[in-house]
Structures are given as C-alpha cells and as structure tokens.
C-alpha cells in the first residue's frame, strides 16, 4: 500500500532557530514529491522535487529529495512567526496511467516570538 | 477565475441529509481532484477528473459518494445519506498538467 510518512508530527520552536522536516515514502510508479504549507485554509505550494540530490531554495526554505532512500527534507532557516503552519508532504503516484498525490499526516510547526 | 473556488465554505446537515459540494476550478485547467481531509489528517485522495472523465474513483469511500464533472469544469461532490464519519473538509484542486497543482480554500461540512 501507498504510503507517505512525515516527522515529526509537530515542533515547537523560537525565531531564528532551524527546522529540518522530513518525509519518507512507499509508493510503486514514483513521479514526483511535493511540499505544501497549509494554514487556516487551502495547502500552497512550496517545492517539487523529481531528481535525486538537487536541491530547490526559496528565500528561506529549501529541499531536497534523495530517490534511493526514499525521502525528502524540507528546511526551513531563520523562523519566522509567519513560517507557524502545517507542512504537507505529498508523492504522486502513478497507476494504470491515470496519477495521484498521496499526503502524509502533516508536520505542525509552530514558531514562537 | 483566478483560483480554484469552492462552495459553500461551510455545511452543517443532519445524519442522513444529502449534501452537494462545488468545486469551480481555473479556467482551463484539465484535471480536477477532490481530497477528504479529517481533523488532524493529511488530505485524502477521493477522486480525479480529466476534463469530463473521472479516471480514478478509488479513493470514494463509499457509494454513498459520488462526483461528476459533466462538462469539463465545474464538478460536484455529492454525499447521500451523510453520517458523522463524513464530518471533514473537503478540498478540491485542479491542475494544467501534473505539476503543483492548486487548492481550493474547502468546503468543511459537518454532520450533526
């Protein structure tokens, strides 16, 4: 079965303080792995990630997949108040040519001033 | 539109109501996804469209659920006989092709 595991499941941490959230996978038909972050309302998204070893920087946040071991890790440098949120981890899959994303539960992530 | 929109944002039914959820995506965006996400979950795959064709139904979970996408864009979400299992948001996305695709802001339904 499918399936897509992040930790840890929430962190408490201070402004200026590094993050490193991971997600590791099980998925037959592998394309692609996905970030998001979600706060009140809809995920947004953050990174996609296809090829081994190459990382994807935005501003603060970078990422990197590592295809043989079968995860990903999402870093996040000099917190921020605004950085609290949940962050998703999805794989898309492919099965009789049609794809899916499978989520993982989420890391809660909750920077305090 | 410039997002994927979807209404209402909020439903209260009875155990046993039936309810409709609407998802209006980006013009022109071809695949249309609906995902179930329970308190403290990550999102759940439900269904998938192509244009008017829903290629993946197997994450339905039960025949209670049903989607339709009839003309290609707008879809429908509908629960018959809704119980309190069904109590979630339901979220809704569409994508151009397989990349990153974009949310709605969900409907949360809860069943009273």
């Known amino acids: 079965e499918d399936k897509v595991v992040q930790s840890p499941l929430s962190l408490v941490v201070h402004e200026g303080d590094t993050v490193t959230l991971n997600c590791s996978y099980e998925?037959?038909?592998?394309?692609?792995l996905l970030w998001y972050k979600q706060e009140k309302k809809a995920p947004t998204f953050l990174f996609m990630l296809?090829?081994?070893?190459i990382e994807k920087k935005s501003g603060r946040l970078s990422s990197i997949l590592d295809k043989k071991e079968l995860f990903s890790i999402l870093n996040i440098t000099a917190t921020q108040t605004g950085d609290s949120a949940i962050y998703l981890c999805?794989?898309?899959?492919?099965?009789?040519?049609?794809?899916?994303?499978?989520f993982g539960t989420g890391t809660r992530l909750k920077v305090l001033a | 539109g410039a997002g994927v929109s979807q209404s209402p944002r909020y439903k209260v039914a009875k155990r046993g109501q039936d309810v409709a959820l609407r998802c209006d995506p980006i013009?022109?965006?071809?695949?249309l996804f609906w995902y179930q996400q329970a308190l403290g979950q990550g999102p759940e795959f439900l269904t998938y469209?192509?244009?008017?064709?829903?290629?993946?139904k197997s994450g339905l979970p039960s025949d209670r659920f049903f989607a339709e996408r009839p003309e290609g864009s707008v879809s429908t979400l509908k629960i018959q006989r809704t119980q309190q299992e069904d109590s979630a948001v339901y979220l809704c996305?569409?994508?151009?092709?397989?990349?990153?695709?974009?949310f709605g802001s969900g409907t949360r339904l809860t069943i009273v």
């Open positions: 013009s022109g965006h071809v695949s």
């Open positions: 998925v037959t038909n592998f394309r692609s």
């Open positions: 999805a794989v898309e899959a492919t099965t009789s040519g049609t794809y899916k994303y499978i």
């Open positions: 469209f192509q244009n008017e064709a829903q290629l993946d």
């Open positions: 996305a569409s994508s151009l092709v397989s990349y990153g695709y974009t």
């Open positions: 296809t090829s081994s070893g």
